[in-house]
């Protein structure tokens, strides 16, 4: 091989090398795009809602939740908790309603669980009796955090989620709108019609419901897997549990859809509990 010969072999392999040394580096992650407003992250639909209720387009939310039959169990998806990690304000129920949130990795410094905050002290109701070997059967206690079920708690979720809102949009003036959530949410238990339901037995078929008639001072109880509830009484439904025969059911739903504020999902789950009393009344006559 002549000179210029090894001269451009030697040229072309160096340009080689220098190709794959450059694919080798490794790629710097793409810088978060610029924004206009602060990222609030939501763990549930509810918080979701209070937010677009007091915050309104002041601010740009993202709720981690998938569905709202999904929030207590399963965690986000990769996308959003990359996201979540530049959130300014990252807003969660706690007292474990989000199974989840324990598992995954989000900026503590940033998260704030405003339902412990508004519910520190959260009902604890029996769960279903149950067996473990020779062992006699027995109950575990269960927390139920979904205090917003009740329209004064729902206030007070309110209040601690406006608060936080407050602190990273300080000129905002938002407590106008926080306290017209407020009264929204405390008007549904100034009702005439709710006054006819305090001397009626409620069963729920979850832990979760128990909340909706806990302002009311009804007498209630959740029902163990299969049990026959109280004669008489009307049965909270949440989705998904399965109703017992030849009762007077009340469905209701925990979280609000897209677009929902929390007084309507309220005043829906109110509806529903009368029409179940003006049925069971029916029925009896």
């Given at each position: 091989?002549?000179q210029?010969?090894?001269?451009?072999?030697?040229?072309?392999?160096?340009?080689?090398l220098l190709?794959?040394?450059?694919?080798?580096?490794?790629?710097?992650?793409?810088?978060?795009?610029?924004?206009?407003?602060p990222l609030?992250?939501t763990?549930?639909?509810?918080?979701?809602?209070?937010?677009?209720?007091?915050?309104?387009?002041?601010?740009?939310?993202?709720?981690?939740?998938?569905?709202?039959e999904?929030?207590?169990?399963?965690?986000?998806?990769?996308?959003?908790?990359?996201?979540?990690?530049d959130?300014d304000?990252?807003?969660?129920?706690?007292?474990?309603?989000?199974?989840?949130?324990?598992?995954v990795?989000l900026?503590a410094s940033?998260?704030r669980r405003?339902?412990?905050?508004?519910?520190?002290?959260?009902l604890?109701v029996?769960?279903p009796?149950?067996?473990?070997?020779i062992e006699?059967?027995?109950t575990h206690?269960?927390?139920?955090?979904t205090?917003?079920?009740?329209?004064?708690?729902a206030a007070a979720?309110?209040?601690?989620v406006?608060?936080q809102?407050?602190a990273?949009?300080?000129?905002?003036?938002?407590?106008?709108?926080?306290?017209?959530v407020?009264?929204?949410?405390?008007?549904?238990m100034?009702?005439?019609?709710l006054?006819?339901?305090?001397?009626?037995?409620?069963?729920?078929?979850?832990?979760?419901?128990?909340?909706?008639?806990?302002?009311l001072g009804?007498?209630?109880?959740?029902?163990?897997?299969g049990?026959t509830?109280?004669?008489?009484?009307?049965?909270?439904?949440?989705?998904?549990?399965?109703?017992?025969?030849?009762?007077?059911?009340?469905?209701?739903?925990?979280?609000p859809?897209?677009?929902?504020?929390?007084?309507?999902l309220?005043?829906?789950n109110?509806?529903?509990?009368?029409q179940?009393?003006?049925e069971s009344v029916?029925?009896?006559?």
């Amino acid at each position: 091989m002549t000179q210029f010969g090894r001269t451009m072999v030697a040229g072309l392999m160096a340009i080689a090398l220098l190709g794959l040394a450059i694919a080798c580096e490794p790629t710097a992650p793409p810088a978060p795009a610029p924004r206009d407003r602060p990222l609030v992250v939501t763990t549930t639909p509810v918080l979701r809602a209070l937010v677009e209720s007091i915050a309104g387009d002041q601010v740009e939310v993202l709720c981690l939740a998938r569905s709202a039959e999904t929030v207590r169990d399963e965690a986000p998806g990769r996308a959003d908790l990359a996201a979540a990690h530049d959130a300014d304000l990252i807003l969660a129920i706690g007292h474990g309603y989000e199974r989840w949130l324990s598992t995954v990795s989000l900026p503590a410094s940033r998260v704030r669980r405003v339902g412990e905050t508004a519910l520190p002290n959260p009902l604890e109701v029996a769960g279903p009796t149950h067996q473990h070997g020779i062992e006699g059967g027995h109950t575990h206690q269960a927390i139920a955090a979904t205090g917003w079920l009740d329209p004064a708690l729902a206030a007070a979720l309110a209040t601690a989620v406006g608060a936080q809102l407050e602190a990273i949009l300080p000129d905002a003036q938002l407590e106008p709108r926080i306290a017209q959530v407020r009264d929204e949410l405390n008007e549904l238990m100034q009702s005439a019609q709710l006054e006819s339901v305090k001397d009626t037995t409620f069963a729920a078929t979850s832990a979760d419901a128990v909340y909706l008639v806990n302002g009311l001072g009804a007498e209630q109880q959740v029902l163990a897997h299969g049990e026959t509830p109280p004669e008489g009484s009307i049965v909270l439904v949440l989705p998904g549990d399965v109703v017992p025969p030849n009762c007077s059911a009340a469905f209701l739903r925990i979280e609000p859809t897209p677009g929902q504020s929390l007084a309507n999902l309220l005043s829906e789950n109110l509806a529903s509990v009368m029409q179940a009393r003006r049925e069971s009344v029916v029925d009896r006559e």
